[in-house]
């Protein structure tokens, strides 16, 4: 691992120029410069104060371990039927209600619809994969075809429908979780 390089994609993340990292740790700016090329290196003091400049500490900085798992697969999902309102809820991603947003897909049979959502904090997108939807969002109802897609912010009440005679599927990513 190269600290420097590391120091410097922080810096840049935080949109700081070398002088205002060091003025934040009381170094120079020819210090904080030759660190970020590999010239010198900091003491363990030093580092510390720097990490502490970025917004993070010595752990977190040296982790260069990737998520218990970041691809998921058909052996992942979880599925739902709800007979009663002719759907299917396919959990795409395993314990995506502890993530900060919830992708889902949502198989609509002929005359199905999803449970009717309260308003709520957050947002919604939905892309129709398959068929066509009526999203009713409050007391409008607005058609969504295959390759279109929605978004809007939650407060108002939602959910969608197929008023067709064939099968729908829809990609629904919430946020917060909500599924």
């Known amino acids: 691992m190269k600290i420097g390089e590391k ?5 840049m993340q935080h949109n700081l120029t070398q002088e205002e990292l060091a003025d934040r740790c009381e170094l120079s700016k020819g210090f904080i410069s030759q660190v970020e090329r590999e010239l010198t290196s900091p003491s363990i003091a030093t580092l510390v104060d720097i990490l502490a400049a970025l917004g993070t500490n010595l752990p ?4 260069d371990e990737l998520p218990d798992k970041i691809v998921f697969t058909k052996d992942d999902v979880s ?3 709800n007979e009663e309102l002719n759907n299917e809820i396919h959990w795409i991603i395993p314990n995506a209600q502890k993530n900060a ?10 005359h199905g619809k999803t449970a009717f959502d309260q308003p709520h904090d957050g947002e919604e997108f939905g892309y129709v994969l398959k068929g066509q ?3 009713h969002f409050g007391t409008k109802k607005v058609r969504v075809r295959s390759g279109e897609a929605f978004y809007f912010a939650a407060q108002t009440s939602h959910y969608i ?12 990513v919430s946020t917060p979780p909500s599924f």
């Open 161 to 172: 429908s197929n008023a067709t005679e064939k099968p729908a599927s829809v990609l629904w």
């Open 60 to 63: 977190d900085f040296f982790n």
């Open 79 to 81: 599925v739902k039927t």
């Open 101 to 110: 947003i919830e992708p889902i897909i949502v198989h609509l049979k002929p």
């Open 7 to 11: 120091i410097r994609r922080l810096r």
């Open 133 to 135: 939807v009526q999203l």
